[in-house]
Nanobody, 126 residues
C-alpha cells in the first residue's frame, strides 16, 4: 500500500510558475514510477508527466513539454512537478499517482497506476 499526499496548488496568473509536491509513504519509493495527471471540469483525467524510479527517464504530455519539469527525491520519498509559463488551459485538479510496473514505459495510462493522491487544485487566471 502506498499513501500519496499532494501539495502546492493554488491560484496564479498566466505566465506564473508553481511547483507541486507529492509525498509518498508505505513502500520503497525508488521502486515506483511516479506520474502526474490532471482533470479539468467536464473532462477526463489526462496524463501530464511521469518519472522512472531512478529518475533517469521522464515523459511529458506534448502540451506541457518545455514548460513543465518532473523530478524526484528518493531520500525524501517525494516527487515534484515544476510548472512554468502557466496558461489558463492548465487549470485542473492535479493528481499524483504511483505505478508499480517493472518498466516505466508501461506506466503510460491512468489504468496502469495503482495508487492515487487526493488531488490539488491549480487555477490559472487570464
Amino acid at each position: 500500500q502506498v499513501h500519496l499526499v499532494e501539495s502546492g496548488g493554488g491560484l496564479v496568473q498566466t505566465g506564473d510558475s508553481l511547483t507541486l509536491s507529492c509525498a509518498a509513504s508505505g513502500r520503497t519509493f525508488s521502486s515506483l514510477t511516479m506520474g502526474w495527471f490532471r482533470q479539468a471540469p467536464g473532462k477526463e483525467r489526462e496524463f501530464v508527466a511521469r518519472i522512472a524510479g531512478n529518475g533517469g527517464s521522464t515523459y511529458f504530455l506534448d502540451s506541457v513539454k518545455g514548460r513543465f519539469t518532473i523530478s524526484r527525491d528518493n531520500a525524501k520519498s517525494t516527487v515534484y512537478l515544476q510548472m512554468n509559463s502557466l496558461k489558463p488551459e492548465d487549470t485542473a485538479v492535479y493528481y499524483c499517482a504511483a505505478c508499480s510496473k517493472v518498466f516505466s514505459a508501461s506506466c503510460s495510462s491512468t489504468i496502469a497506476y495503482d495508487y492515487w493522491g487526493q488531488g490539488t487544485q491549480v487555477t490559472v487566471s487570464s
